[in-house]
């Protein structure tokens, strides 16, 4: 049996999800989403992502996909391909009980990940910042929407935002 992939990503009205290597937003109410939906899970991302966050994120498992060879960090596993990842992934889940791998950014690798996942929570968010990398549209022949919950802006939140929940069409 295979374990499913999610996939968890904020993404701006004109697909924008990142510049520099940064969040572009402040939003307390989704990085609490965001910790709720990967906690206890292992977790793939691409070197760039794991490097703007600094560490491997307590309760979970930090599997980094990159091209660089010698690339190391403590604490993290190293995949060099989508499929080593996926893997290791599925491994680390049956170690932890998770009941999915989560996929969880940058841009490619959310491009590598989209044909292979279950199920995607987005959270839309309602700005078109400056990007340099970018979430595509969700392909809905392929998913189809399941949830929908929006969000004020507030003290906490700097934008107005939407959590869309998809699942994969069979």
Do not use: C
Request: charged share 25%; glycine share 10%; no cysteine.
């Amino acid at each position: 049996m295979t374990i499913p992939l999610i996939l968890v990503v904020a993404v701006a009205k004109n697909g924008a999800i990142g510049r520099d290597n940064q969040l572009l937003w402040r939003l307390r109410t989704d990085l609490k989403r965001f910790r709720e939906l990967t906690m206890g899970k292992p977790m793939i991302m691409g070197r760039k992502t794991y490097q703007s966050i600094g560490k491997p994120l307590p309760g979970r498992e930090t599997i980094v996909l990159t091209r660089d060879g010698g690339f190391a960090a403590s604490g993290v596993h190293i995949a060099h391909s989508w499929d080593e990842a996926v893997a290791k992934g599925e491994g680390l889940a049956g170690e932890m009980g998770a009941d999915a791998v989560a996929v969880v950014g940058g841009a490619e690798i959310y491009r590598m990940a989209l044909p292979h996942v279950e199920t995607i929570y987005l959270t839309e968010v309602a700005t078109a910042p400056e990007g340099d990398a970018f979430f595509p549209p969700v392909d809905r022949t392929r998913f189809r929407e399941v949830a929908r919950i929006s969000h004020p802006k507030s003290p906490d939140d700097e934008h107005p935002f939407t959590f869309i929940d998809f699942q994969r069409r069979r």
